[in-house]
């Protein structure tokens, strides 16, 4: 595997389900990201973890829960989703240092269906 | 707060023809410019970036200058083919830490044979 990796690619879930999205990153880095991307919106930033700690919570909903065991992986687990929550859920990672450029890898995606 | 603005689309152009997608930002800072691509079923794609002003992204004949004086990151293709159609987004970043991205909310571009 290369690059950022995600599964699933697709899921559909009930409202009252519980399920998790996995990340993987396979290039090195120690900062880790979860995007929403919706119809006719920008790009959300959900969470980010840099170095296995997350730096950043953007009023995301508790019914997101992130989780990051080391600076390859990460989830995102999910409980009592409304369909609003339908979307394409994106992962990322950087390198992390003083003076470089923030770019990000993205994985390909995840598309949730709630129904 | 930043943001970025750009225009939506969709933009339908015929194959060869020259392309502009514009994209102007705010930001408190001194940000770091991006175009990311996004094919059909796939994530985003890095196109090109640049780092300070008047620097030039170039990649797979798409440019972008930074022009801090109009806050503009314009990308443009002298000649575009029909696999050039997807979703273009621009993003800023202020920091070299963990900063997310800030994305404008893409433009659907449409090559015809």
């Known amino acids: 595997e290369t690059g950022v990796t995600q599964t699933p690619r697709h899921l559909v879930m009930g409202m009252t389900n519980k399920k998790s999205l996995k990340c993987e990153q396979h290039?090195?880095?120690?900062?880790m990201y979860w995007y929403k991307q919706s119809a006719k919106k920008p790009l959300e930033l959900m969470f980010v973890?840099?170095?296995?700690?997350?730096?950043e919570n953007n009023s995301v909903p508790s019914r997101f829960s992130p989780e990051c065991p080391n600076s390859s992986h990460l989830f995102l687990h999910l409980h009592t989703l409304q369909p609003e929550d339908s979307a394409l859920y994106l992962c990322?990672?950087?390198?992390?240092?003083?003076?470089?450029?923030?770019?990000?890898?993205f994985g390909p995606g995840t598309r949730l269906t709630v129904l | 707060g930043n943001s970025v603005t750009q225009m939506e689309g969709p933009v339908t152009l015929s194959e060869e023809a020259f392309l502009t997608i514009n994209c102007t930002y705010t930001?408190?800072?001194?940000?770091?410019l991006f175009w990311y691509v996004q094919y059909p079923g796939e994530g985003l794609q890095l196109l090109l970036k640049?780092?300070?002003?008047?620097d030039k992204g170039s990649n797979k004949g798409f440019e972008a200058t930074y022009r801090k004086e109009t806050t503009s990151f314009h990308l443009e293709k002298g000649s575009v083919q029909v696999s050039d159609s997807a979703v273009y987004f621009c993003?800023?970043?202020?920091?070299?830490?963990?900063?997310?991205?800030?994305f404008g909310k893409g433009t659907h571009l449409i090559i015809q044979p």
């Open positions: 990322a990672s950087s390198q992390r240092a003083s003076g470089r450029t923030n770019e990000q890898f």
């Open positions: 290039l090195g880095h120690n900062a």
């Open positions: 973890y840099s170095l296995e700690e997350r730096v």
């Open positions: 930001a408190t800072g001194y940000p770091s």
């Open positions: 640049a780092t300070k002003a008047d």
């Open positions: 993003a800023l970043s202020e920091g070299g830490g963990a900063d997310g991205l800030t």
